[in-house]
């Protein structure tokens, strides 16, 4: 009688192996799986986290009102706000003071749109604006504005259009629903930087990398 494996003991261990096999298929699409979702949470709170300090640096460099002749630093309402304030320093741009614009276009895009404000009248049409995409998929932007009241504290207001800047900014960002993305809101308060020269907004260089990639407002050979 030769040695060998009967027909059972074959179909025996051709079952374990498949067993073993599915077990392990199981575990390396839960690995990819779970390496994925962390990758897409970890680039979105980037994402996010570049926006946020973007805009709470621009709510911070708003100009004062004694510096302007023709309109308000601040004019908002609940779904969008227009500021005169300082963009950080970038290369081949001029300095000066900028009007710009912070809202949800209907590409639900949380859009930075600027334009120059010279100290003189343009001859002709004014340039087109620039643009900077802060954040993809938003449903829309809620603002409000703090305004103090006489002998302490204040209200939130819809919307602003005084000579003066609001005490705070805040910025609530909704994005659409079933979507896992959340975020505190963006509180500020405009004039809190007064410097007109280099300013430090991410001195992480990690940071400086995202928000570049994000906004395309600041330079890594900026940060020190």
């Known amino acids: 009688m030769r040695p060998g494996f009967t027909l059972l003991e ?11 096999l ?5 575990g390396l699409q839960f690995g990819l799986r779970a390496w994925d979702m962390q990758a897409r949470d970890v680039a979105w709170r980037n994402d996010i986290e570049a926006a946020d300090r973007s805009i709470r640096l621009l ?11 023709d309109r ?9 706000c227009e500021l005169i304030t300082l963009l950080p320093p970038r290369a081949g ?3 000066g003071p900028v009007m710009l614009t912070l809202q ?6 949380l859009l930075l749109r600027w334009l120059p404000m010279p100290h003189a009248t343009w001859f002709g049409p004014p340039p087109r604006p620039e643009e900077a995409v ?8 809620e603002f409000a504005y703090w305004k103090e009241q006489v002998g302490g504290g204040g209200a939130w207001q819809r919307s602003w259009g005084e000579p003066e800047p609001p005490a705070l900014v805040r910025l609530r ?15 500020a308060a405009p004039r809190l930087d007064r410097t007109s020269s280099r300013f430090l907004l991410f001195p992480v260089p990690d940071n400086v990398n995202i928000a570049g990639r994000t906004t395309g407002l600041i330079g890594a050979r900026d940060a020190v």
């Open 10 to 20: 074959v179909l025996a261990a051709l079952a374990v192996l498949g067993l073993l």
């Open 22 to 26: 599915a077990g392990l298929s199981q």
């Open 59 to 69: 709510i911070r460099r708003v100009r004062p009102g004694a510096e302007l002749r």
């Open 72 to 80: 308000p630093a601040v004019v908002g309402g609940p779904q969008g």
């Open 93 to 95: 741009d001029l300095p």
């Open 104 to 109: 949800v276009d209907a590409a639900h895009r």
């Open 134 to 141: 802060l954040l993809d998929r938003v449903e829309r932007v």
């Open 173 to 187: 960002i909704v994005f659409p629903p079933g979507d896992a993305r959340r975020w505190p809101d963006i509180v």
